[in-house]
């Protein structure tokens, strides 16, 4: 249904960014929608990528650590305690080149379902694939993107996280819970991840690294039996037999519905003010790891979702006489 | 919490509730640290409150029923099968919008 309200703030996304902006415009009452996004086992699913991880360690104000979920559920429940109002639907379209913004949910055609003052973008980033053939298909039948939704699943067996950076490194510690053997595949000799991890994965003796390597192919029919690997050397392949493959390689912002709108890096991340959250298009804020291709923790997601609140809120009183 | 139209299965009573009484039976293979389970669970509660009579909604935690769970080759949750008669007739991998699963369901109930 169109909604004809002028909100003040649509906030597009629901993880640490999205919500903690939610509360500070919620407490000024700004009265903030929040399109939190849809279901689904991706990191692009309400409360983002902290949904898909078990224990968070390093988020301030939990000495003993929180789950991810329960993290998000609490950011969420914060924020609509001071009157955020939350649906949970996927943004399908905006157009901000006019005032108001125009926000379209489901069908692109129809009048645009919501209008806004101010946008506080805040979509995140989801995990990127390997791109082989197959892929798709095998998801959820030994390939996957998320240890914690499958590593049950792979008990006693062998099986291997592609990546070399902290989330490859924690998943396989995760992983070593379950399997018998967990091989990390990495394609330089060398890792991007923190220190602490690396001496963590050092020190697991089911784990195992594969340097110089890459995942070509995958064997199998309905579900994953092997992979074959290359040796970035001296390009030799090989088999790798294992059922399932993790992959960590990184992630890509979510920010298609942005294209041709708003201005990006030459790596897909919107392009925010140095230092604020303003994008090119004024009473537009961005957030989170959208504008993030540097920090990407919870915590550094958190505050900018706070920066682009106060922005957002004085903008609005900036602008508010004119109209 | 839960609505009061879903069933929650053990290895007990699963093989009685998937065989139904005429009416397909959806179950979903879920666990308490996934996230993308507790996602849908409002959703499943919600199909279960609509569709009283066409859709029976059960819930199946894999760490109570690991050997179920292996049994209908499950790697990944949330999973939900839908059963007619004992018989497993639509697999759906990974959390999924309301709308999405409903129609995925659509031919069978």
């Known amino acids: 249904m169109a909604d004809q309200t002028v909100h003040d703030v649509v906030i597009i996304g629901s993880g640490p960014a999205g919500l903690t902006a939610a509360i500070y415009t919620a407490r000024a009452n700004l009265n903030p929608l929040v399109l939190e996004g849809e279901p689904s086992s991706t990191s692009d699913q309400p409360g983002g990528q902290l949904m898909l991880t078990t224990e968070v360690e390093n988020f301030p104000g939990f000495p003993e650590g929180i789950m991810g979920p329960e993290l998000m559920m609490n950011f969420r429940a914060q924020a609509i305690r001071f009157g955020a ?3 949970t639907v996927k943004a399908s379209k905006v157009d901000l080149s006019e005032r108001p913004f125009k926000i ?4 692109t055609e129809a009048e645009p379902t919501h209008l806004a003052k101010t946008v506080i973008v ?10 082989l053939d197959r892929e798709v298909e095998l998801i959820g039948h030994g390939v996957s993107t998320c240890a914690t939704c499958d590593g049950f699943f792979f008990r006693d067996q062998e099986i291997a996280v592609v990546g070399g950076g902290d989330s490859a490194l924690e998943e396989a510690n995760f992983l070593s819970r379950f399997a018998s053997k967990v091989y990390i595949v990495v394609r330089r000799d060398e890792l991007r991840a923190s220190k602490i991890m690396q001496d963590r994965a050092n020190a697991n003796p089911k784990i195992e690294f594969l340097w110089n390597t890459s995942v070509v192919e995958y064997v199998g029919d309905k579900k994953l039996e092997s992979v074959k690997v290359r040796n970035n050397l001296d390009e030799s392949i090989s088999d790798l037999a294992v059922t399932g493959l993790f992959i960590a390689i990184g992630h890509k912002p979510n920010t ?4 041709g709108q708003l201005d990006m890096k030459d790596n897909g991340y919107l392009l925010a ?3 604020r959250t303003a994008t090119n298009i004024e009473g537009v804020f961005a957030s989170g790891d959208v504008q993030d291709d540097y920090y990407r923790q919870a915590i550094t997601a958190a505050g900018s979702g706070c920066q682009a609140a106060l ?3 004085r903008w609005l009183e900036a602008n508010e006489e004119g109209h | 919490m839960a609505s009061e139209n879903v069933v929650t299965l053990s290895d007990d009573n699963f093989a009685d509730t998937i065989a139904g009484d005429g009416e397909p039976v959806l179950v979903d293979f879920w666990a308490e640290w996934c996230g993308p389970c507790k996602a849908i669970a409002p959703i499943l509660d919600e199909i279960a409150d609509e569709q009283v009579g066409s859709v029976k909604i059960a819930k199946l935690n894999v760490d109570d029923a690991p050997d179920t769970a292996r049994q209908y080759e499950v790697m990944s949750i949330p999973t939900m099968i839908l059963f007619k008669d004992g018989e497993p007739v639509k697999k759906m991998v990974g959390a999924k919008p309301k709308d999405a699963i409903m129609g995925e369901l659509a031919e069978f109930i």
């Open chain 1, 85 to 87: 109002e939350v649906q």
């Open chain 1, 104 to 107: 379209w949910v489901g069908d």
């Open chain 1, 122 to 131: 805040s979509t995140g980033a989801q995990s990127i694939m390997l791109g």
């Open chain 1, 256 to 259: 298609s519905l942005f294209e």
């Open chain 1, 273 to 275: 003010q140095p230092g």
């Open chain 1, 311 to 313: 922005e957002a809120e």
